[in-house]
């Protein structure tokens, strides 16, 4: 089993609306949790990091669900400027690795 | 703003050859990775090191070595090329050995071994 999974979509969402997707990690020791954005033949960027209460950056919403060990990211107001890939990222304490998902791609379309 | 270079965007090389991958970040970060990237397996994590000449393996890390003479410069070495090394390859860099810490990534070496 993966240490992390993603429904790679992709998820094509008409501007405006509001996409939603998951992503679960199998190690219940996962401390630290991240959502990338990767564009089309470019690096992985950090678009936020996940908190235990949840947190709100702008247009997107990141939650974790420790019990059933999945983090999810919301869009809300969906743009054009959206359309990437997003890269569920997990960390357990104490230990440098990070594990990725293979990313969910939304397509945003005018 | 934190500065991950690696210095080729494209490479071709042929199988047999020993292949070398520079990357240099700018921010006197602690940590730097070594991943590759293929479609649908996401990111692996091939080698990183957590000081001057420390390195660790990573998931991945056979066909492949690293070095790390200075703490701003990391090196990827493929021994002896191989078509399966064929991949994405990314640099990346990480303030601490602390978990929380984000990772800054380079543009990438799209990297072709025929």
């Known amino acids: 089993r993966k240490e992390v999974e993603q429904d790679p979509g992709p998820f094509n969402v008409p501007e405006g609306a509001t996409v939603a997707f998951n992503c679960t990690y199998s190690?219940?020791?996962?401390?630290?949790f991240f959502w990338y954005r990767q564009d089309c033949r470019k690096e992985p960027k950090l678009l936020m990091s996940?908190?235990?209460s949840g947190n709100e950056d702008g247009r997107f919403t990141a939650q974790l669900n420790r019990a059933s060990q999945y983090i999810s990211l919301l869009i809300r107001d969906s743009k054009l400027s959206d359309s990437a890939t997003y890269l569920c990222?997990?960390?357990?304490?104490?230990?440098?690795?990070?594990?990725f998902g293979a990313g969910t791609t939304v397509t945003v379309r005018a | 703003d934190v500065k991950v270079t690696q210095s080729s965007r494209y490479l071709v090389k042929r199988t047999g050859e020993k292949v070398f991958l520079e990357c240099v970040q700018d921010?006197?970060?602690?940590?730097m990775f070594w991943y590759r990237q293929d479609p649908g397996l996401g990111l692996r994590l091939i080698y990183f090191?957590?000081?001057?000449?420390?390195?660790e393996k990573g998931d991945i890390p056979e066909g492949y070595s690293v070095s790390r003479e200075k703490k701003e410069r990391f090196s990827l070495i493929l021994e002896s090329a191989s078509t399966n090394q064929t991949s994405m390859y990314l640099c990346?860099?990480?303030?601490?050995?602390?978990?929380?810490?984000?990772?800054?990534f380079g543009d990438g070496t799209r990297l072709s071994i025929l």
């Open positions: 996940v908190y235990s």
């Open positions: 090191s957590y000081d001057v000449k420390m390195k």
């Open positions: 921010m006197d970060h602690e940590n």
């Open positions: 990346a860099s990480s303030l601490t050995e602390y978990s929380n810490q984000p990772q800054h």
């Open positions: 190690n219940s020791a996962s401390q630290s």
């Open positions: 990222v997990v960390t357990v304490s104490n230990d440098y690795k990070l594990s």
